[in-house]
């Protein structure tokens, strides 16, 4: 049986505990991980979508998330849950990753949680073959490759305690602030730690002790083992048994805390909610005594301790089974550290070459490479490397909504500011910033509203009392010159590519069911150019695997728009360097074209 974590395991943290977030990481950089162990952040109160840490010198990003579902769908590869629910939410978080799947390991830190709720889900975690850390734990660590939370202190006292790298002791406690205590004395008097495992203090916890020691019985690196234990309770007697019928064959060192409850003339609770004698066998004296008889190597008392870690660890390594281990190089934490102003997740301009989202520019951009600018917004855009029918689909759409002539208010205001001397900068972005919900916004809108009528199952003429409540025309359907009888080539280009390349297009076949309507009452208010690439764009994104989240979080951010405003830059700095090409003069709108009616001011003094 291997460890219980490796180099390459991750967790999902719930909780945004950023301080123990960032002292997992710190462990990290300096044992030399290749990945962060945290893989993701549950915050179900959170408003960011990432929270930033340090990785040594520089700055990465960990993705919070609202629930474990989806930070489990997007890190399937996290299989260890490290919950630092309150004890009123640990319970139901455990319960939902042990229902989703995929967690080999879940530590509890919560104390307090009922009696009854842990057994039940103790009993779950069982029936699943999964690993239960606690409740009430600081959690485990296997050195030099995955390190729970704050367990082991600063880096310095992990450094100082070697739990930097693999020792051979197995250790296992019920006390987690005893732990790092432990941890220092092995490593004063021995080569330090394989595994430790603090299983908490509750009555009831998920993994025991003779669970814990089964395990590493199996581990190869594991050559001894080291077990504190406390009054009350009798999980120690299943380690006797275990060792009787030969299941455990390592040396194992053990102590039961609280020897001296015997001076007590009443029963005593020392500090956790287990250590309470209920019974002469389960006083620290008796358990001590029973653990030697079974050939368990128990000092005299705890200040014996060091000294019987460091014969059994003398023995070892004199019969060869215990090897001289080459300290690992380490990597330093800087004390001082400087956080990133800005994020950037799509370019990197520091190499030889810049890169498009991790693709360098020249593997891209000439035509040999048989990329397109659609392809380039997918990266750019999405991060993603789209099919080609969808880089195709881009860039039809990009050639589409181009330019609709010098009429239209956006060409217009670029063509009034070209005529003012203006550059061309300037002159684009009057046009640029005519853009809006009622030039180009219909995308949008179109996205939007066609999108919830569908997901709600709306007909067509409920779709259409629908608008009419919300007091809107509906986004995408009418045209002021196309008809029925005067189609626009633009929609029938658009929809003869889809018919051909999509792999389906729900959202554009409900919405032709809704011109039919729409148009029966009069036949311009057909689907338009806007509503046309608004909706194919659902319908492409849909086809691409997109969640119904991420294509909400599209229309809302107003990525459908960004579409026509690439689009229509190009007609616009085509409108300006036509001015200027034409030497064109400053512009005064005609007084004809105006309707003044200006009445002599009220006089109000």
Request: charged content about 20%; proline content about 4%.
């Amino acid at each position: 049986m291997a460890a219980l974590f490796t180099k390459e395991t991750q967790a999902i943290f719930w909780n945004n505990n950023a301080g123990a977030i960032q002292r997992m990481l710190d462990y990290d950089y300096v044992i030399g991980r290749k990945t962060p162990s945290i893989a993701a952040i549950v915050a179900p109160t959170g408003e960011s979508k990432f929270q930033k840490f340090f990785w040594g010198p520089d700055e990465i990003m960990i993705n919070l998330y609202k629930n474990t579902s989806q930070a489990k769908k997007d890190h399937p590869n996290a299989d260890v849950l490290l919950n630092f629910g309150s004890f009123r939410t640990a319970y139901d978080v455990t319960m939902e990753a042990l229902n989703l799947g995929g967690f080999k390991t879940i530590m509890v830190t919560a104390e307090g949680i009922p009696e009854r709720l842990s057994r039940k889900m103790i009993a779950e975690a069982k029936a699943k073959n999964v690993t239960v850390i606690g409740p009430a734990t600081v959690g485990g660590i296997v050195p030099g490759a995955f390190k729970i939370a704050n367990l082991g202190g600063t880096i310095e006292n992990i450094i100082n305690s070697k739990l930097h790298r693999a020792g051979s002791c197995g250790l296992v406690t019920r006390s987690g602030g005893l732990f790092n205590e432990l941890a220092n004395i092995i490593a004063l008097n021995a080569d330090g730690i394989a595994e430790g495992v603090a299983i908490g203090g509750d009555r009831f916890v998920g993994s025991v002790f003779i669970d814990n020691l089964l395990r590493m019985q199996e581990n190869p690196e594991v050559k001894y083992m080291l077990l504190l234990g406390e009054v009350g309770g009798a999980e120690e007697y299943k380690v006797i048994e275990a060792i009787k019928s030969g299941k455990l064959t390592k040396p194992i060192i053990a102590w039961c805390i609280g020897t001296i409850a015997k001076y007590y003339s009443s029963g005593v609770q020392f500090g956790h909610a287990g250590a309470s004698a209920n019974a002469e066998r389960e006083t620290a004296e008796a358990k001590n005594i029973a653990m030697a008889e079974a050939g368990i190597h128990v000092p005299s008392s705890f200040n014996d301790l060091p000294r019987l870690i460091a014969q059994v660890y003398g023995e070892l390594k004199a019969k060869g089974v215990i090897k001289d281990i080459v300290e690992p190089e380490l990597k330093t934490v800087p004390k001082i550290r400087r956080k990133k102003e800005f994020i950037c997740t799509i370019s990197d301009d520091r190499g030889d070459e810049a890169t498009y989202a991790g693709f360098p520019i020249s593997s891209v951009a000439t035509p040999d490479t048989g990329k397109g600018i659609g392809d380039v917004i997918s990266l750019l855009w999405f991060k993603k490397q789209y099919p080609k029918w969808a880089t195709d689909f881009i860039e039809t759409v990009i050639k589409t909504v181009a330019d609709h002539g010098p009429a239209v208010s956006g060409a217009h205001n670029a063509k009034v500011t070209a005529r003012a001397g203006k550059s061309v900068v300037e002159s684009l972005v009057t046009g640029l910033l005519t853009i809006g919900p009622r030039f180009g916004g219909a995308i949008d809108g179109a996205a939007e509203h066609f999108k919830y009528a569908y997901d709600n199952n709306l007909t067509p003429a409920e779709f259409l009392n629908h608008m009419k409540k919300l007091g809107i025309p509906i986004p995408g359907i009418g045209h002021r010159i196309k008809s029925l009888r005067n189609p626009d080539l633009r929609v029938v280009g658009l929809k003869k590519f889809a018919a051909e390349y999509f792999p389906s297009t729900p959202l554009l076949d409900y919405a032709l069911t809704v011109e039919q309507l729409t148009t029966s009452k009069k036949d311009n208010l057909i689907l338009n150019v806007d509503g046309t690439i608004g909706i194919l764009m659902v319908d492409m994104w849909r086809a691409l695997g997109y969640s119904e989240d991420e294509i909400n979080e599209f229309i809302s951010s107003g990525t459908l728009n960004a579409f026509f405003i690439a689009g229509r830059t190009i007609g616009f700095i085509g409108h300006v360097l036509d001015e200027k090409r034409l030497a064109m003069p400053m512009y005064r709108h005609p007084f004809e074209d105006i309707l003044y009616q200006v009445d002599m001011a009220e006089d109000i003094r």
